[in-house]
């Protein structure tokens, strides 16, 4: 019976080293899709972040325009950012009973694939 032995040469066969190359690749691969992915999610947290922060901001100051009947009144502005419309903030401000108030808002904006999401939140205030 003949056993092969090595002669003393060290190092890696050629199928060895086309192996390591081609799991390398697939997990470079990974890795790059999974970067893509952030930073898709990044820029989509950006954006509504932006409105959550501006719809914010408005109803803070409906809650105050709700117990003060010259400021009580529905209305729509827009946040602007370099010429684009960044957000769009629409509220209501309704009388549910005597001086308790209804502030329904709505913020909309454009996501990452230039479509326009809505977002909703509705408060009542005691005055």
């Known amino acids: 019976m003949k056993t092969c032995e090595r002669s003393g040469q060290r190092g ?16 470079l691969l990974g890795l790059v899709t999974t970067a893509a ?38 209305g729509s502005e827009t946040l602007m950012r370099g010429g684009a419309a960044v957000a769009t903030n629409d509220w209501k401000i309704t009388n549910v009973a005597g001086t308790t108030w209804k502030i329904t808002l709505s913020v909309k904006y454009t996501t990452v694939q230039n479509r326009t999401r809505t977002e909703r939140m509705e408060t009542i205030v005691l005055c």
């Open 12 to 27: 890696f066969t050629i199928v060895e080293v086309i192996i390591a190359i081609v799991v390398l690749t697939v997990g």
């Open 37 to 74: 992915l952030v930073t898709r999610m990044i820029g989509r947290g950006q954006r509504s972040a932006v409105a959550a922060t501006f719809a914010s901001q408005r109803m803070e100051r409906a809650r105050v325009a709700a117990c003060n009947p010259a400021q009580r009144a529905d």
